[in-house]
């Protein structure tokens, strides 16, 4: 994949501040606004970026652990796809019990069980062992996803 100096320029500006909007970005590095959202959209689907919501993560959402159990199947070929669920912010492959820690964001408990009924539900050899929710996230420091390949 082949990025330019606008392309690095619109990722070094996010990981500056990923708050800003498309026009703030325009006018740091002198290119249209219509250019930062097309080359945003392009950086995204070439996967050289993804677009994470996390306002107010402490205040509007939920933080919810999982502990993840597979029967069978590939276990990093699951948490992988467990880790395209939207609202996953991490996916952590354990050395014994659970198999994984599924790290994910809701609105409310129907939130939560919209995610298990929508997107667990595809694997059979999966269950959940266990899990918490935390009703205060006092601290989260965003690692960057593309380190995701480290699976």
Same mark, same amino acid.
């Given at each position: 994949?082949? %990025?330019? &100096?606008? &392309?690095? =320029?619109?990722?070094?500006?996010?990981? #500056?501040? /990923? +708050?800003?909007?498309?026009?703030?970005? @325009?006018?740091?590095? *002198?290119?249209?606004?219509?250019?930062? $959202?097309?080359?945003?959209? /392009? !950086?995204?689907? =070439? $996967? /050289?970026?993804?677009?994470?919501l *996390? +306002?107010?993560? #402490?205040?509007?959402?939920?933080?919810? !652990?999982?502990?993840?159990?597979?029967?069978? $199947?590939?276990?990093?070929?699951? @948490?992988?796809?467990?880790?395209?669920?939207h609202?996953?912010?991490?996916?952590?492959v354990?050395? #014994?019990?659970? &198999? %994984?820690?599924?790290?994910?964001? /809701? =609105? &409310?408990?129907?939130?939560?069980?919209?995610?298990v009924?929508?997107?667990?539900s595809?694997?059979?050899?999966?269950?959940i =062992?266990?899990m918490?929710? $935390?009703?205060?996230? !006092?601290?989260?420091?965003?690692?960057? +996803?593309?380190?995701?390949?480290? %699976?």
């Amino acid at each position: 994949m082949k %990025l330019d &100096d606008i &392309d690095w =320029k619109i990722i070094e500006a996010l990981q #500056g501040d /990923a +708050r800003l909007k498309n026009n703030e970005i @325009a006018k740091r590095i *002198q290119v249209s606004e219509v250019t930062v $959202g097309s080359r945003i959209r /392009a !950086l995204e689907e =070439k $996967g /050289a970026i993804r677009i994470v919501l *996390q +306002r107010n993560l #402490g205040e509007e959402y939920l933080s919810v !652990l999982m502990y993840i159990n597979v029967d069978s $199947g590939n276990l990093y070929e699951i @948490a992988n796809s467990l880790y395209e669920i939207h609202e996953c912010l991490a996916v952590v492959v354990s050395i #014994g019990n659970p &198999d %994984l820690i599924v790290h994910i964001y /809701a =609105k &409310d408990l129907s939130h939560i069980q919209k995610i298990v009924d929508c997107e667990f539900s595809k694997y059979p050899s999966l269950y959940i =062992k266990d899990m918490s929710i $935390g009703t205060e996230l !006092l601290k989260f420091d965003n690692v960057h +996803r593309s380190e995701r390949d480290v %699976l």
